[in-house]
């Protein structure tokens, strides 16, 4: 059974980063498709970008331009997403959620979310 | 333009059948098969229908999806209180290197 578990909530300033953490199980570490997802209040979801390890280097929505990062550990089965440079506006709850089958296939898998505020 | 167009509301009384759209370019919706997800009050999103009209194992089939050119349908048949949640499309977009989500109805169980 694929879970998903993420970090806690999260308070920043303007202009600060934040990292936050995205621990799973129930499926092949290396071809596990994680992507960010994010959704500000009252919004709908807005994708950040993906990363399968074994494919190399993640792909961002270039909503993001070289604001966004995604990493993986693999010793501990968990993946990070870093958010530089924050604003008021990327107040936003912040899910990892894994795709069914390939890269393009629906999210199916979503973790509980963390909620990043900026203030 | 990569934008996913959904009515902001909608609302039915229990039993009854609601339809909630999703419209998009052909680029989009035109060229890839749509997702839907339900989405209750302070939870993640979840599947509710994929690659245009598959249900998710434990879905009931009280809910279901078409899509035709660029223009996709969820139904919700036999509505029941429960069903009150934002409901979104999502449709793979090239251009963000993931899935484009539209902006989501909100159902009403009258």
């Known amino acids: 059974q694929v879970q998903l578990i993420q970090s806690g909530p999260e308070v920043r300033q303007p202009g600060s980063s934040v990292r936050l953490s995205c621990k799973v199980s129930?499926?092949?570490?290396?071809?596990?498709?994680v992507f960010w997802v994010r959704q500000a209040p009252g919004h709908g979801p807005e994708i950040m970008g993906g990363?399968?390890?074994?494919?190399?280097?993640?792909n961002f929505a270039p909503t993001f331009p070289d604001r966004v990062s995604i990493t993986a550990d693999e010793s501990t089965f968990t993946f990070y997403m870093e958010l530089t440079d924050l604003k008021i506006e990327d107040t936003a709850i912040y899910y990892c959620?894994?795709?069914?089958?390939?890269?393009?296939?629906?999210?199916?898998?979503w973790g509980p979310g963390t909620l990043v505020t900026v203030s | 333009q990569s934008v996913l167009t959904q009515p902001p509301s909608a609302s039915g009384a229990p039993g009854q059948r609601v339809i909630i759209s999703c419209s998009g370019s052909?680029?989009?919706?035109?060229?890839?098969?749509v997702n839907w997800y339900q989405q209750l009050p302070g939870t993640a999103p979840k599947l509710l229908i994929s690659?245009?009209?598959q249900r998710p194992s434990g879905v009931p089939d009280r809910f279901s999806g078409s899509r035709s050119g660029t223009s996709a349908s969820l139904v919700i048949s036999g509505l029941q209180s429960d069903d009150e949640a934002d409901y979104y499309c999502?449709?793979?977009?090239?251009?963000?290197?993931?899935?484009?989500f539209g902006g989501g109805t909100k159902l009403t169980v009258l």
């Open positions: 690659n245009d009209n």
């Open positions: 129930g499926s092949t570490f290396k071809t596990f498709t």
């Open positions: 999502a449709s793979w977009a090239v251009t963000l290197g993931g899935p484009l």
């Open positions: 990363f399968v390890p074994v494919m190399g280097p993640a």
């Open positions: 959620a894994k795709a069914a089958v390939g890269y393009s296939s629906p999210i199916a898998f």
């Open positions: 052909s680029s989009i919706l035109g060229s890839n098969s």
